[in-house]
C-alpha cells in the first residue's frame, strides 16, 4: 500500500483551482489506484493557472541510484470527456505532439475516464525498464534507460573523456548526435551489461547476447561488477 493517497486534493486552498468535474475524476481516480499503488512511487495532481486542464502524473526514478536519478514522467490530462495520457515533457509537463503507442486517449463519464486512467497508470508502470552500460578499460563511458519492451530510449548519458579514443567523431560523422552535441547511444556497439530497474521484465525484449548484472558503480565512472 502507498504511503498516502495517490492524486490526492489534500490541501484544501488548492480546490478553489479545480472544477468540480476535475475533483470528482481526482478523487475517483484515487480511489481507483488504492488497491494497487506501489509505495516507492507518488501519484501527483494539480492546476496551476497556465494550464488548461488538470494533470495528473507519476515520476520514476531509478532508487538505486545514489541520486534516485529522475527518469521519466507520466501523466493524464483531462479536458471535458476526454482523457489522454502518455508521456511527459521533463520540464513543461506537456504531452508530445505525436502520442507514443502505448498512450491513453478515452471519452466517457468522469468515473469511466478516471477508470480508463487507472488502468493506463498500472500499465505503464508495469512496462519494464532496463539501464543498458557500455564499459571501455573497466569504466562505464555511455549509460541508457530504455523501455525494454519498446527499446525506446528514456534517458542516456555518454562521457567522451573515457569513451574509446576517436568514438565520438565516429558517431557525429553517422548523425548519432542531437542538438549541441549531444551523442546518442543508439549508434553504439553492443552494450557490455543491463540491469533491470523497474516493471516486469517477462515483458522485456532485451538486446540479444547483453548480460545480466545486478552491481553497479556511478554513470558515467569505475563499474564495480
Given amino acids: 500500500m502507498p504511503r498516502h493517497a495517490w492524486f490526492e486534493v489534500d490541501d484544501p486552498d488548492d480546490e478553489c483551482e479545480f472544477t468540480d468535474d476535475e475533483r470528482a475524476f481526482a478523487s475517483a481516480l484515487s ?3 488504492t488497491a494497487w499503488a506501489p509505495a516507492d512511487v507518488t501519484g501527483e495532481v494539480g492546476r496551476p493557472e497556465d494550464w488548461e486542464a488538470l494533470l495528473a502524473w507519476v ?3 531509478d532508487r538505486a541510484d545514489p541520486q534516485h536519478l529522475s527518469l521519466v514522467d507520466l501523466g493524464v490530462r483531462l479536458v471535458g470527456d476526454r482523457v489522454r495520457g502518455d508521456r511527459l515533457h521533463n520540464q513543461l509537463y506537456t504531452l508530445p505532439d505525436r502520442p507514443h503507442a502505448w498512450a491513453l486517449d478515452a471519452t466517457g463519464t468522469t468515473d469511466q475516464l478516471a477508470q480508463a486512467a487507472a488502468d493506463w497508470f498500472r500499465a505503464v508502470l508495469d512496462k519494464p525498464i532496463v539501464l543498458y552500460v557500455w564499459l571501455h578499460e573497466g ?3 555511455a549509460a541508457r534507460y530504455a523501455f525494454a ?3 525506446e530510449t528514456i534517458c542516456q548519458s555518454y562521457a567522451k573523456t573515457i569513451a574509446p579514443r576517436g568514438q565520438e567523431a565516429e558517431l557525429t560523422a553517422a548523425g548519432h ?8 547511444t543508439i549508434g553504439l556497439p553492443t552494450p557490455s551489461l543491463y540491469l533491470h530497474i523497474r516493471g516486469d521484465l517477462d515483458k522485456a525484449g532485451v538486446i540479444p547476447g547483453v548480460p ?3 552491481k553497479r558503480g556511478p554513470l558515467p565512472g569505475l563499474w564495480y561488477e
Fill in 139 to 141: 569504466y562505464a563511458y
Fill in 149 to 151: 519492451d519498446s527499446g
Fill in 59 to 61: 515520476s520514476l526514478s
Fill in 212 to 214: 545480466a548484472r545486478t
Fill in 31 to 33: 480511489e481507483h489506484c
Fill in 177 to 184: 548526435v542531437h542538438g549541441k552535441g549531444w551523442i546518442q
